[in-house]
């Protein structure tokens, strides 16, 4: 491996990928969100087109997607969207489908009697879902959204078919440069291996603040998850009338 093959092709590659991950990520969350509080509505047309949307693009290739709005969509709409930004979107739209069933999922999970003091203290639909409900679910989130965020960080190595020169399209031009399959491949893995563990390491960190925000402390003892539960149990009204309060002091 040369350092002609770093500074031209891997490096490069390493920078696009970080860019792909970032950029879905941001478009994928928000879609997630959005679809996922939707899902979650009393209107039963806007659970219809919501669930009909996760369930089209969750049983759909992200891959094909993609195929279809680089090649297909500028001869059916005459419009080209260039290779990076046909990823992105394939990509967040069909890893924001995975997410919203997450943040409905841990909206769900938020204690009935959270939503029925917000209730008694007149809170309107959307001053629930923004000082009482997403301030607890959001913690609840950040775990399944780790894997999630892991999951396409990988996925970003389907980008090279569409000739988005990532790490996985900067590996193939070292390969046929070089001819070493072995080495430069193994590199590859190491590369995508240490992405992944940054992200997770600044994940647990999101998710620690995220707790303390609501007043949940780090469990470090094998014990701790029972603790919690009767901790919860015992002072879950309490914690209500805490959460409510500085909600309603905004």
């Known amino acids: 491996m040369t350092a002609g093959l770093w500074e031209n092709w891997l490096l490069p590659g390493v920078w696009i990928t970080i860019q792909l991950t970032l950029y879905s990520a941001i478009f994928a969350t928000v879609v997630a969100f959005g679809i996922g509080i939707a899902r979650t509505s ?123 020169a990532d790490i996985t399209f900067a590996a193939q031009l070292s390969r046929l440069a070089t001819g070493d399959s072995l080495e430069i491949y193994a590199i590859i893995l190491v590369l995508y291996f240490v992405l992944a563990f940054v992200l997770t390491r600044l994940m647990r960190l999101l998710e620690r603040r995220a707790k303390a925000g609501i007043g949940q402390a780090p469990v470090k003892s094998g014990k701790g998850p029972l603790i919690t539960r009767k901790l919860s149990a015992r002072q879950e009204a309490e914690q209500s009338s805490n959460i409510i309060t500085a909600g309603g002091a905004q």
Do not use: D
Not at 132 to 160: D, R
């Open 42 to 164: 009393p209107r039963w047309i806007v659970r219809f087109l919501t669930g009909f949307y996760v369930e089209v693009f969750r049983g759909t290739s992200a891959l094909v997607l993609m195929f279809w709005l680089f090649f297909v969509m500028p001869l059916a709409f005459e419009y080209q969207l260039v290779p990076m930004w046909a990823a992105v979107l394939a990509l967040g739209l069909t890893y924001g489908a995975y997410g919203s069933e997450i943040v409905r999922g841990a909206i769900a999970a938020v204690a009935p009697a959270q939503r029925e003091a917000a209730i008694a203290l007149s809170f309107t639909p959307a001053q629930r879902m923004r000082r009482v409900i997403l301030p607890q679910a959001i913690p609840e989130m950040i775990p399944p959204f780790n894997n999630l965020l892991i999951e396409l960080l990988k996925a970003t190595a389907l980008v090279s078919a569409v000739s988005v």
